[in-house]
């Protein structure tokens, strides 16, 4: 007699808390005695080879299938691509919110753009374009977690965070410059180069700075009024207590760590949760030529491979199991702006990262290296110097900034979402509401004119008109749904008025100057006047005296006087 029947003949509880079912112990008893009678009879089968070759085959499909899926994540969405064009001067970085709906842009025209993918239109235009402080290039910028905050860095002391509609939410502390103790100074003392958020934690994120510190900031700690960062790393020079600007910085994947660039060429590492102390838990000194800044250092998902750039024109991959050496080194990698960055494709199969040229010396490139051994795999061109690439997982699309001010996007057939959205919207057609005035085959509307029209002459078009009365306009005005916007050399209708219909500044002439200036032309050609009475005139006998006599001279001179 097992305890539980004892317990019970007895009249005590056999359990504590709540009680089961009966019904759902009755079948996972029937479940249970099911799968032993079928491992009973399993074993009792004879082997069948053909079976267990048909197993082998089906698993090594399943494989087959899943390393297709890795590669078309990893495969260059290379089939077209469009440019969003906005800035004026360099484009330095960008952002997707984790949704993918949302871009943010940031350039050397001191603003930062927001472009919508679903609302935007075939134009691919930003609905929002923000200068956070005035005559500063924007650094960095990243989308929250949530997609609702953003980090805009300028090249100021002081981060902006911002909404996604771009409405300002504050500004982190400015430090005092005069106060040496790093650790007593709330902010930071000069130009910030990089801003992160933390991949787990939605209210930490990380900035670095040319003070030579990167803090970690607190967003609940900053709204109530503790505006100070949480923690600061000072990275020291090598043997001397002499700063060193840090020029990069980001966060591992999983948060784990903090990987630091600096002026110097050396690369630094932390752990997150550590003390944050000015000792990094590894260091390489020499990792880029001495005396040249790291633009960029990516750790990959792994959390033992690193890939580093740096303006001496390498990109360098290495193993933080040994620093000593790195794992692959690529030269030429031309590079004149500090935000260039190398990337990985979504499952690591390639590192990316771009060139840079001279204005109107060629074309720069985009290179594709193999993630193991850092060599070259394939090189794409672009119109203008590469500065920064993005690979959004979610989208399947790569995102180029270019020196030029264009923000160029290549797809594939497995693209989805993004700038895809926009594109396949096509450019608006306009109905009959829509034309107000109609000149010379092209209608006048918020679409653009000819430059040179013909007939030069307007026909008024009311909105009331049905599409009958518009086709029975005479010769060229016949009006048709089906015209194209003239991209090229056109101006829009208060363009062509004000330059056609100008204002008459005639009365605001020197008459003296207006007939003067004819003088000449009218000596040399005689033509209305003078030919007229050329047989008839005299000659002109012109007075050799302004006053008849010296009296009348004097009386002339009196009177200038009382003037």
């Known amino acids: 007699m097992d305890e539980e029947a004892m317990m019970a003949a007895m009249g005590l509880p056999t359990s504590f808390g709540k009680k089961a079912a009966k019904k759902e112990i009755q079948k996972k008893q029937i479940h249970s005695t099911k799968i032993e009678k079928r491992k009973v009879e399993e074993s009792n089968l004879p082997t069948m080879e053909p079976n267990s070759v048909e197993k082998e085959e089906k698993d090594e499909e399943v494989n087959e299938s899943d390393l297709e899926d890795d590669n078309?994540?990893?495969?260059?969405?290379?089939?077209s691509f469009d440019n969003l064009e906005g800035h004026e001067k360099p484009v330095t970085c960008f952002s997707v919110d984790p949704a993918g709906s949302r871009l943010v842009t940031g350039g050397r025209d001191n603003s930062f753009k927001l472009w919508d993918f679903h609302s935007m239109g075939a134009?691919?235009?930003?609905?929002?374009?923000?200068?956070?402080?005035?005559?500063?290039?924007i650094r960095d910028v990243q989308f929250s977690l949530g997609g609702d905050l953003m980090?805009?860095?300028?090249?100021t002391h002081q981060l902006h965070v911002y909404k996604?509609?771009?409405?300002?939410?504050?500004?982190?502390?400015?430090?005092?410059?005069?106060?040496?103790?790093?650790?007593?100074?709330?902010?930071?003392?000069?130009?910030?180069?990089?801003?992160?958020?933390h991949p787990n934690d939605k209210n930490l994120f990380m900035t670095s700075s040319l003070d030579s510190t990167i803090r970690i900031w607190d967003l609940n700690a900053i709204q109530n009024n503790k505006k100070g960062s949480i923690h600061c790393m000072f990275v020291r020079f090598s043997g001397t207590v002499g700063k060193t600007p840090v020029t990069s910085a980001s966060y591992s994947n999983d948060g784990r760590y903090i990987i630091a660039g600096d002026s110097t060429g050396g690369i630094r590492i932390w752990k997150s949760l550590g003390s944050y102390s000015g000792v990094a838990e590894k260091t390489i000194k020499d990792a880029h030529s001495n005396g040249v800044p790291v633009t960029s250092v990516q750790m990959a998902l792994n959390g033992l491979h690193i890939t580093s750039r740096s303006m001496d024109d390498t990109v360098k991959l290495w193993d933080i199991r040994n620093l000593k050496e790195p794992v692959g080194v690529a030269n030429d990698m031309t590079c004149f702006h500090e935000e260039a960055n190398t990337i990985y494709s979504p499952n690591e199969r390639y590192i990316l990262a771009g060139t840079a040229v001279r204005k109107d010396q060629g074309?720069?490139?985009?290179?594709?290296?193999?993630?193991?051994?850092l060599n070259r795999v394939r090189e794409i061109q672009v119109p203008s110097s590469c500065i920064r690439l993005m690979w959004?997982?979610?989208?399947?699309?790569?995102f180029a900034g270019l020196g030029n001010g264009q923000v160029r996007v290549f797809i594939s057939e497995f693209s989805h979402g993004g700038i895809t959205i926009p594109l396949s919207k096509g450019r608006k057609k306009l109905a009959v509401d829509d034309y107000d005035m109609y000149m010379g085959g092209v209608v006048a509307s918020g679409y653009l004119l000819d430059p040179e029209p013909e007939p030069d002459e307007f026909v008024v078009i009311k909105k009331s008109w049905t599409g009958d009365r518009l086709a029975k306009q005479p010769g060229n005005f016949i009006l048709t749904l089906n015209f194209h916007r003239i991209l090229s050399g056109g101006m829009n209708v208060t363009e062509h008025l004000m330059k056609t219909m100008t204002k008459n500044t005639t009365r605001q002439e020197d008459p003296r100057e207006a007939i003067l200036k004819y003088a000449e032309k009218a000596k040399n050609d005689p033509y209305w006047i003078a030919p007229a009475y050329k047989k008839t005139q005299d000659k002109p006998v012109l007075a050799e005296k302004v006053y008849e006599d010296e009296a009348e001279y004097v009386r002339d001179q009196k009177k200038r006087r009382r003037q």
């Open 363 to 373: 074309p720069a490139k985009i290179v594709v290296f193999d993630r193991h051994t």
């Open 151 to 155: 980090l805009i860095a300028p090249s």
């Open 392 to 398: 959004p997982t979610k989208l399947n699309q790569l």
């Open 164 to 197: 996604r509609d771009g409405e300002e939410l504050f500004q982190c502390i400015k430090g005092d410059m005069y106060v040496r103790d790093y650790r007593k100074v709330q902010g930071h003392t000069s130009q910030l180069t990089s801003s992160r958020w």
């Open 72 to 79: 078309r994540v990893d495969e260059l969405p290379l089939m």
């Open 123 to 137: 134009s691919l235009k930003p609905f929002k374009s923000v200068e956070p402080a005035e005559g500063n290039p």
